[in-house]
């Protein structure tokens, strides 16, 4: 499967940003997504993720440093997968990169568990 993400930008603290990212070459429904992020620097590390339960209920699940401000959620109709961010702080500033994994029933917060990567989309929030 094919990801590309777009959306991100420059962002002033305190505002949003919704990154979008477009899956193609697969069976949407068959791959769980999730969100990373890059800063310069660092180690990528885990935003977001989400799975689907049986009775296609998503359950979501965010890391701290953005829970309560980010949201993960999908459209499988689509095939897209999104990430809004409100209330940006200049720490959020990063490449996000979107990921796929084969295995949609679970929760995965690690980034060796992920097969497929978006080439990432650059947000910078200035304070």
């Known amino acids: 499967v094919q990801l590309v993400e777009f959306g991100g930008g420059l962002a002033q603290a305190g505002e949003s940003l919704k990154l979008s990212c477009a899956a193609s070459?697969?069976?949407?429904?068959?791959?769980?997504m999730g969100w990373f992020r890059q800063a310069p620097g660092k180690e990528r590390e885990f935003v977001a993720t989400?799975?689907?339960?049986?009775?296609?209920?998503?359950?979501?699940k965010v890391d701290d440093s953005v829970k309560g401000r980010f949201r993960i959620f999908r459209d499988n109709g689509a095939s897209m997968v999104y990430l809004q961010m409100n209330s940006l702080k200049s720490e959020d500033t990063a490449v996000y990169y979107c990921?796929?994994?084969?295995?949609?029933?679970?929760?995965?917060?690690?980034?060796?568990?992920?097969?497929?990567w978006g080439q990432g989309t650059q947000v910078t929030v200035s304070s």
């Open positions: 990921a796929a994994h084969r295995k949609p029933a679970l929760l995965q917060i690690k980034a060796t568990e992920y097969d497929y």
């Open positions: 070459g697969g069976p949407f429904s068959s791959y769980g």
């Open positions: 989400l799975r689907q339960s049986d009775t296609n209920v998503y359950y979501t």
